[in-house]
């Protein structure tokens, strides 16, 4: 008999809270929106922000790059 290989347990996903404001009607756009997709408001807003930002996880932000001629004065 061969041996079955254990499965490595899986990592626990870190989630992070974001808030941000809306005015009455945007909420209320936003409900009737959803109702009318049988969805709620949070899957709606994950599901809009995820192919945005999907590629930049792994993005390096530059700093501001000094050319070689250029003089530091401070």
Known sequence: MTRRKTKKPRRKVKYKTITFKVTDRQK???????????????KMIKKVL??????YAGLEVNTQHISVNQLQLF
Request: with cysteine.
């Open 28 to 42: 209320k756009s936003l409900l009737n929106f959803c109702k009318s997709r049988h969805t709620t408001p949070n």
């Open 50 to 55: 995820k192919p945005l930002l999907s590629n």
